[in-house]
């Protein structure tokens, strides 16, 4: 599985956890702590597994406002030009569904001689031309110094990677805790992540489907007014706003249609936020589309929701 991923990535090295938390949570606190004077610099909406390794670790860090280049420039700017650094970010977000400016990131990484660390997993087995995630589809893994990604989401297995320099792996593998006195991955779960990745490497067809459906439900979604967190990718949050009518309309969908949608309140996301966080996948047809607009479209009159403008 190492070498696979190690291959697909263009990486010298590869390591294998048992969840994508893992994979964060570890690699980032050991190497903010193996990488003396190092400075992080984290995008204030990276997921808890990446904010829980930077604080843990002794480096110091530096929070940049959400895909914000001009604020990251400004930080990276102010460093001492002699002291390493290091960019953690996401390519895709799974709250809001946007993409990060990966190339500018990439472009301020080389300017300022930083690291980077890149968590690709909610790209990962959508995006690029062998569903490797983001970076691939911008033509930017060579660019990246660390790949995270995981098999419990687009790929339907379980256990989370790293695909970095062997220097880096191997630090991994000897100095963090959180691997060296952790159970592995039992094999058939591996077998099964392995089967999946390869898969996906060699066939688009579900890859296509799925972003067929996806763009079918935007069309669909902007003609009914449902106002959108973002429309960038397959993750579409619906603002609502309220987390009791959230949770309310949620309720319906599952009790009355039979179509389940995660609400997603406070303190996941803002106050004031609250969102129905849809999630299409490639098992679903654009039948399946259109009796959730239908679904979606009376629950959201009932409810008096307001509609985009």
């Not at 929070?63 to 953690?88: G, T």
């Not at 100095?175 to 990745?197: E, G, K, N």
Request: net charge negative; glycine share 8%.
């Amino acid at each position: 599985m190492e070498t696979l991923l190690a291959s697909a990535y263009g990486k010298e090295s590869a390591l294998l956890f048992t969840t994508g938390f893992g994979a964060n949570d570890a690699t980032l606190s050991t190497l903010c702590d193996a990488i003396p004077d190092l400075i992080v610099f984290s995008d204030e909406l990276n997921h808890a597994s990446m904010i829980y390794g930077i604080r843990y670790s002794k480096a110091e860090k530096k929070i940049f406002r959400h895909n914000d280049v001009a604020h990251l420039a400004e930080l990276l700017q102010a460093a001492d030009p002699a002291r390493p650094k290091l960019i953690a970010f996401e390519s895709l977000y799974s709250m809001d569904g946007d993409f990060a400016p990966l190339a500018q990131i990439v472009a301020l990484a080389e300017q300022y001689q930083a690291l980077t660390y890149l968590d690709e997993i909610h790209s990962a087995g959508v995006y690029g031309e062998r569903g490797l995630g983001y970076a691939e589809q911008l033509g930017l893994l060579d660019k990246i110094t660390i790949i995270q990604g995981g098999f419990g989401k687009s790929y339907g297995a379980a256990g989370g990677y790293i695909a970095a320099p062997r220097s880096v792996v191997e630090a991994v593998r000897s100095w963090a805790p959180a691997f060296v006195f952790s159970t592995s991955s039992p094999a058939p779960v591996v077998a099964a992540a392995l089967a999946s990745f390869k898969y996906n490497l060699e066939h688009d067809t579900q890859r296509k489907h799925l972003l067929a459906i996806v763009d079918h439900l935007k069309t669909g979604l902007r003609a009914a007014g449902i106002p959108l967190v973002s429309a960038d990718s397959h993750i579409l949050p619906l603002l609502v706003g309220d987390p009791h009518r959230n949770k309310h309309i949620s309720k319906v969908l599952l009790d009355e249609h039979d179509i389940y949608v995660q609400p997603v309140n406070a303190p996941t996301v803002p106050a004031g936020s609250e969102r129905l966080r849809v999630t299409p996948t490639s098992a679903h047809s654009h039948a399946d589309v259109e009796t959730f607009l239908a679904a979606l479209g009376r629950v959201w009159a009932a409810n008096d929701l307001r509609r985009a403008g």
